[in-house]
């Protein structure tokens, strides 16, 4: 207790000391007085004399500014960044980025960082990537990412598995394990996946896991009350092109429309070739009316000329005109001109 | 294509007039965005302009300085953002089209504005085909819209809709004469009539200036209309009094411009040539067209108006 009391008193004392020395101070609000400029002895004894003091050292101080450019001269670590391919315009939107990346020594605090990525799979061309996807990263803790990569091990991820769901999806490493469990469990009840379906769906979109659940449901719901797929081609579409659970609902249901009810496309067809619905509507749009103009449209795999859906959609202009519609772009191109 | 390696000389070609394909379903907005968006990407792709240098004076101030010539990182592509950007180009339309119509559009870049703005100025004649279906009337007049009433059809001939065609385009001419304020049995209509197609000095009443139906096959029908300071709403209206006059009901199911004064259907570019190449090709072309309709003495119209008004003055 007295010693406490004591560093106490000690403590207060200085702060008067302080106090004091303001007060004291020469100017006063009535009468300010100038005190000369210390110039260093020498240089004032002889102006013409050559300076000895080196200034190379000082410089003016860095001003606030709205974006990364202004920095990037005098930053060594902004520079390892750029060097490796990171757009740093486009962290200037977000000032709790730049003001993350700008407190960082590229030595000490990046590089453990880097050379983990490096570790968990990325190649050194799409680090920078990686990075402009998600430079927060940084702010993780290296035990964090390290629990988060081992989590995927013992969920039997093989290490290309990992390296693809990490260079597919950057984001995925700031996502916690407990949420990350969660999901996959989530999609494992619903559509009563096995452990190898998990693992395919996820290679194939990593963005879906960490896709909010509230989207999922609705999607979901559309396609099981509007279109009318059932549980198992439900399951089958979430294998084959899981990119219907990530669009527009909107979009989804007009193509689905399109299709079944213009086209006349049944449900098993359409599961059997779900990439039709990933592509966007004029393109089926358009190439469906030419093929109905030209008499091709011939969605029936039992007759001849059978068009698979797959192809339709598939390939450019020029690949379509010649393998599908059998006629040349330039006819194609002028019927796109006479429809709307 | 040589001229395709610069990027920098590819930019100061952008400037002219670009006839575009609008598809239906799309905004004009979306229109430049997607044009720009993909013109940039372009022109990015290319030979863009290395970082500038910078002076780097380095060492210790007492002794000799270190003067280096380096790269700035601060232009540096990756920090700044890329070179071209669509705030970089200006462009606008002349007239503007609604969501549901299709067709040529005509845009204007960079230097191409100005002319774009003359052509606006002087009332270029559109042509348009309304796709038109009859027997079936909708809340908001185009075939997507909530279905109102449903009717009988089969009793429209061919004869029927040249007559109404000839009474509205009959109307329309009155009207000509009527904003221009003459009276039609004056020498003053006459002298009028002769310079020309009458074009209206304001540009808030739709003038139609011909109009006919070029193909009938029921329940749906073409028609085209060549137009003045229409818009979108009126076009469909148009449709939809056409069928009220046919004694049944009509609802618009395209509506698609071909021409904009001397730029027609076979110019425009698809959505799908949006590109530098393309777009640079269609400029020399259009800028060609303008220039050919720009010496035209009809073309001004503003000028002969005015000096119809200072023949008036001095009378």
Redesign the interface.
């Known amino acids: 207790m007295i010693l406490i009391k004591r560093i106490l008193s000690l403590r207060i004392h200085k702060h008067k000391v302080l106090f004091r020395c303001f007060c004291n101070s020469v100017n006063t609000l009535e009468n300010i007085q100038t005190s000369p400029i210390q110039w260093p002895k020498d240089y004032v004894t002889s102006p013409l004399e ?7 050292t000082i410089s003016p101080a860095l001003r606030p500014t709205f ?4 920095y ?2 005098d930053s060594h670590s ?2 390892q960044l ?1 060097k490796l ?5 486009k962290f200037d939107n977000d000032p709790r980025i730049m003001e993350t990346i700008l407190k960082l020594d590229f030595e000490r605090d990046m590089k453990p960082y880097i050379r983990f990525i490096h570790d968990c799979g990325v190649p050194v061309e799409e680090i920078g990537k990686f990075l402009t996807k998600n430079p927060m990263i940084f702010t993780e803790h290296m035990d964090d990412l390290i629990t988060r990569i081992n989590y995927l091990q013992h969920k039997k991820f093989d290490k290309e598995m990992i390296s693809t769901i990490v260079r597919k999806y950057p984001m995925w490493l700031s996502q916690s394990t407990i949420d990350i469990d969660k999901s996959l469990g989530f999609f494992q009840t619903k559509f009563y996946l096995s452990g190898d379906n998990v693992r395919n769906m996820v290679t194939k979109l990593p963005k879906l896991i960490t896709w909010p659940k509230k989207s999922v449901n609705l999607i979901m719901f559309s396609l099981n009350e509007e279109m009318g797929f059932n549980r198992s081609e439900r399951k089958r579409l979430l294998l084959i092109q899981p990119k219907i659970y990530i669009m527009s609902k909107h979009h989804l249901f007009e193509r689905f429309n399109y299709i079944h009810n213009i086209m006349g496309i049944n449900h098993d067809r359409i599961v059997l070739e779900p990439q039709v619905l990933t592509s966007r509507l ?1 393109r089926i749009k358009q190439r469906h009316e030419y093929l109905k103009y030209l008499n091709r449209a011939q969605y029936d795999p039992t007759k001849p000329n059978y068009v698979s859906l797959f192809n339709l959609v598939k390939g450019t ?1 020029l690949d379509f005109c010649l393998n599908i519609a059998k006629t040349n772009t330039e006819k194609f ?1 002028n019927y ?2 006479t ?2 | 294509m040589n001229y395709l390696s610069n990027s920098e000389k590819a930019f100061k070609l952008l400037n002219g007039i670009v006839c575009l394909y609008k598809p239906a379903g799309v905004s004009l907005k979306g229109c430049r965005h997607s044009l720009l968006l993909k013109l940039c990407q372009d022109l990015n792709s290319m030979d863009v302009r290395p970082p500038e240098n910078r002076v780097i004076i380095s060492g210790d101030t007492t002794k000799s300085l270190e003067v280096k010539l380096e790269p700035s990182y601060a232009d540096n592509v990756l920090v700044v953002g890329p070179r071209y950007q669509s705030k970089d180009l200006k462009c606008i339309w002349t007239t503007h089209l609604g969501m549901r119509v299709s067709g040529v559009c005509v845009m204007g870049l960079n230097k191409g504005t100005k002319m774009v703005r003359h052509l606006q100025e002087n009332y270029p004649l559109r042509t348009y085909h309304l796709h038109g279906q009859l027997g079936i009337m909708t809340k908001n007049m185009h075939i997507d819209g909530q279905v109102v009433e449903k009717g009988r059809f089969d009793f429209v001939k061919r004869e029927n809709i040249d007559k109404l065609m000839s009474t509205i385009q009959a109307s329309n001419q009155k009207k000509m004469f009527h904003l221009a304020k003459v009276d039609t049995q004056t020498q003053m209509a006459y002298d009028l009539a002769t310079k020309g197609l009458i074009r209206p000095t304001s540009s808030n009443e739709p003038l139609i200036y011909g109009i006919k139906c070029i193909s009938l096959e029921l329940p749906n029908f073409v028609i085209e209309v060549n137009v003045i300071n229409e818009y979108e709403s009126y076009l469909l209206s148009l449709v939809h009094e056409i069928g009220l006059k046919l004694r049944c009901s009509a609802t618009c199911t395209a509506l698609r411009c071909i021409r904009y004064s001397s730029f027609n259907i076979n110019q425009a570019l698809l959505m799908k040539h949006w590109n530098l190449q393309y777009v640079l090709d269609n400029i020399k072309e259009c800028n060609s067209s303008y220039d050919k309709i720009n010496h035209l003495s009809a073309f001004v119209a503003e000028q002969s108006q005015l000096e119809t008004n200072q023949n008036m003055t001095s009378v």
């Open positions: 050559t300076n000895v003091t080196d200034f190379s974006n990364l450019a202004a990037v001269n902004l520079q750029v391919g990171v757009e740093l315009y004029f202009d191109n796109l001109k429809v709307c």
